[in-house]
């Protein structure tokens, strides 16, 4: 309908007594438009959170956790006018599209704060009240030396506490010399150089280490040969916790802070030791898997590259004895069968023993066949001896980041494998399949406690999926119109700048997405989606069987505010390579997961969680006992019978730290288990028969929801979205 000019004045004039009290009133329920000047010129970031957070359980507290707006938030601006108006200058300006990484995750309201400044982690063996020393001997010329020696000692950047403690462990026990002897080397500095010189075996670099070529013959030599062999000590003892290198410089996926020792307490702890090479020794991980990695490098120091073990096998054809192809050869060669065979290129008698072989060793079924399950079991571990070595020591190092205790029962995240396990009393009581973050959205590794088991949770959308996903979507679905234009405030016809219709629309198409501003509902038609940042809004969508997160969230709160949770595309766990989140973990039978969780926790039965689920009602257990859950990346482990298993480098980290331990680059040739990944059929994700879903347990069931509740299908368009990718 077309509205003269006359008309329209006519009609401001009725209105211009009670719009204002409207807008006034709307004001604190609308969130204020942004000035296109101030988004170019004035960049802002947001108050920072004034009040205490919800309390846990509560339906706040779920949304908050993935919301970027705190509690309390809303007060900066309740007494300021200017700031609730339309022209306020407070939004936050476009930004490049933000990547949904770990960088730029939102912390968990209560994930522990990193305790940089936190008191310093003692040796075992360390004397709380050191005694004091006796006097040196009257007339011993080599005491001075020593402490004047440690006073004036050097090194590197990353040595100068290693210096300090020497200087101060010298200077409190007067210059006594605890490696040297009139004889020369102690008995206790015999045994420590031995150990240090044998550094190479614990995956460690052997010729890092200044040792003293001997105990010198003078006092001076005397005194030089002490403080250099407690330097070395003290870097070796650093280097044997991990602080080679700092994981998280090399990546901020590697959450881990290495727990080096004190330095000046390694000295105290290893002069009051009865053998000074098993204190060394003590220092390495004390984790069984760490010992089986160090076995099979001490295996591979001792063997040649005869060029077998590089040989990569593509995809191909299944193969029986009988058959002749050329990829036959290459098999053959692989596995060193009867290279002297007249015609390579066929599958005989001696080619079928060394499969039935390999098949038997690596637990595959013994059947001859050669087809994709061996062909990526043979290219587990591809690559020359010297790569194997790295891979080997990369995942040792690794180790030395976890914490000594693991906890008698904890969850187990192997990011590389894409498996969960529960372990209570070193036993896996729960094992299943998970899917990880994308390369471009990596799944951290750190470790935390789980605090909550949560049934119907609410999913609030990451920062990341608001910028670069549901903006663009609303941006497209509202009309242009202009900027200041009356009517498109009050979201009329004038130009609909405000949205119009459609945005709610969207929103829907996205899984019945609602959007909140400080905590208070918004109508997604009545924003002006091409003004504001998408960001500084809350999108909820609520628990149901469109819910990105499924039945129930796992939550164990850090910093990157990663949790494990159900999914309703159990097909993606069909996949070999399983990496299509943006961080989080979906986890294949969640429900049985919950089970095991919760009835080590206080005992809840199978039953009290179905009725749980079967309420709809969005549900949080807070657990009663604080549950260790360890994200790793270990591409390199032992498995049940001690072999050692390859699993993809998904992040491509493995080349990263080998560089950093080695101050060099460093290549691998190829990912160790590639060959999986391409030989593995992509994952139907769009349409799937209701007769195939599974139920919370992996069974197929018949309805489209396991739990009996009506599907709320939508209809796929340009717009269509699936809020599963999270």
Same mark, same amino acid.
């Given at each position: ?49 004034? /009040? ?14 993935? $919301? ?67 006097? !040196? ?14 006073? /004036? ?36 500095? =015999? ?73 000046? $307490? ?26 089986? #990695? ?5 295996? #591979?120091?001792?063997?040649? &590259? ?23 050869? #290459? ?6 069968? &009867? ?66 205790? #693991? ?13 969960? +396990? ?22 951290? $590794? ?8 949560? %049934? /119907? ?27 200041? &234009? ?31 501003? /400080? ?19 809350? %999108? ?13 969230? %796992? ?10 949770? &159900? =999914?309703?595309?159990?097909?993606? %766990? ?17 429900? +049985? ?61 493995? !080349?990263?730290?080998?560089? !950093? ?13 590639? !060959?999986?990944? +391409? ?11 209701? =007769? ?35």
């Amino acid at each position: 309908m077309k509205v003269s000019f006359t008309s329209r004045l006519a009609l401001i004039a009725c209105l211009s007594a009670v719009v204002p009290q409207a807008m006034a009133q709307d004001a604190d329920n609308r969130p204020p438009l942004a000035d296109l000047d101030a988004l170019a010129t004035e960049p802002q970031t947001e108050a920072a959170p004034e /009040n205490a957070a919800p309390a846990p359980g509560s339906l706040d507290d779920i949304k908050a956790e993935v $919301s970027p707006h705190a509690p309390g938030a809303a007060a900066t601006h309740e007494g300021n006018p200017s700031v609730r108006n339309a022209a306020a200058k407070h939004e936050t300006p476009p930004a490049a599209p933000i990547e949904s990484t770990v960088e730029n995750a939102i912390p968990d309201p209560l994930a522990p704060k990193d305790d940089e400044d936190g008191p310093a982690l003692l040796a075992p063996g360390a004397p709380a009240h050191p005694a004091v020393a006796a006097e !040196a001997p009257a007339g011993d010329p080599v005491a001075p030396l020593v402490v004047e020696r440690a006073a /004036n000692a050097g090194g590197k950047a990353d040595a100068r506490d290693d210096v300090s403690a020497v200087k101060t462990f010298y200077t409190a026990t007067k210059g006594k010399p605890i490696w040297t002897s009139a004889e020369g080397f102690t008995p206790a500095a =015999t045994k420590a150089i031995r150990e240090i010189r044998a550094a190479d075996s614990y995956g460690l670099e052997a010729s890092a280490f200044e040792l003293p070529a001997s105990a010198g013959e003078t006092p001076e030599a005397r005194a030089e040969a002490e403080v250099k062999l407690s330097l070395a000590i003290l870097k070796y003892a650093r280097h044997a916790r991990g602080g080679r290198i700092d994981p998280p410089s090399i990546s901020p996926a590697m959450d881990r802070k290495p727990h080096v020792y004190e330095p000046k $307490s390694v000295l105290e702890a290893i002069a009051a030791a009865d053998e000074a090479d098993a204190y060394l020794r003590g220092l390495h991980p004390k984790s069984e898997q760490f010992k089986r #990695l160090r076995q099979a490098l001490i295996a #591979l120091n001792k063997t040649t &590259d005869s060029g077998t073990s590089s040989i990569r096998i593509p995809a191909g054809k299944t193969f029986k004895p009988g058959d002749d192809d050329a990829q036959i050869a #290459l098999i053959r060669k692989r596995l060193n069968a &009867d290279l002297d065979a007249p015609r390579d290129t066929i599958y005989d008698e001696a080619l079928l023993v060394a499969v039935n072989r390999f098949q038997k060793e690596r637990g595959l079924n013994v059947n001859g066949i050669i087809d994709k399950k061996l062909r990526a079991a043979l290219n587990e571990g591809v690559g020359s001896v010297e790569e194997k070595k790295m891979r080997l020591i990369v995942n040792m190092e690794r180790w030395r980041w976890m914490p000594d205790d #693991l906890g008698e029962f904890h969850v187990w995240n192997s990011i590389p494998e894409q498996i969960t +396990r529960v372990f209570d009393r070193g036993r896996v009581a729960f094992q299943e399949r998970i899917v990880v973050g994308k390369p471009t959205s990596q799944t951290p $590794s750190f470790s935390a406690k789980m605090l909550f088991v949560i %049934f /119907n949770p609410e999913w609030g959308v990451p920062d990341g999926i608001k910028a670069n996903e549901i903006a663009p979507k609303l941006r497209r679905a509202a009309p242009s119109g202009p900027a200041d &234009d009356f009517f498109s405030f009050l979201g009329g016809p004038s130009g609909g700048g405000g949205g119009g219709g459609g945005a709610s629309s969207v929103l829907q198409r996205m899984g019945g997405l609602r959007v909140t501003y /400080n905590g208070r509902d918004v109508d997604p038609d009545s924003v002006d989606w091409s003004r504001v940042d998408a960001r500084r809004y809350s %999108f909820i969508q609520p628990a149901g069987p469109r819910n990105a997160l499924g039945v129930v969230k %796992f939550r164990f709160p850090n910093k990157h505010d990663v949790y494990m949770h &159900d =999914t309703p595309e159990k097909s993606l %766990f069909g996949s070999a390579t399983r990496a299509f989140s943006h961080g989080c973990m979906r986890t294949q039978n969640p429900v +049985r997961f919950a089970e095991v969780i919760l009835a080590y926790d206080n005992g809840t039965t199978p039953e009290q969680i179905r009725r749980q689920i079967e309420s709809g009602q969005t549900t949080e257990n807070k657990l009663t006992k604080a549950i260790p859950v360890h994200m790793v990346y270990f591409t390199a482990a032992p498995d049940e019978k001690g072999e050692i298993r390859y699993f993809s480098d998904l992040y491509g980290l493995d !080349a990263r730290v080998a560089s !950093a331990l080695k101050g060099e680059t460093f290549r691998f040739a190829g990912d160790p288990v590639v !060959a999986v990944a +391409r030989e593995s059929a992509p994952p139907q994700r769009e349409a799937q028969d209701s =007769t195939q879903r599974l139920d919370q347990y992996g069974r197929p069931v018949r309805c489209a929801d396991p739990y009996g509740r009506e599907p709320q299908r939508a209809t796929r368009g340009r717009d269509a979205w699936s809020p599963f990718d999270w």
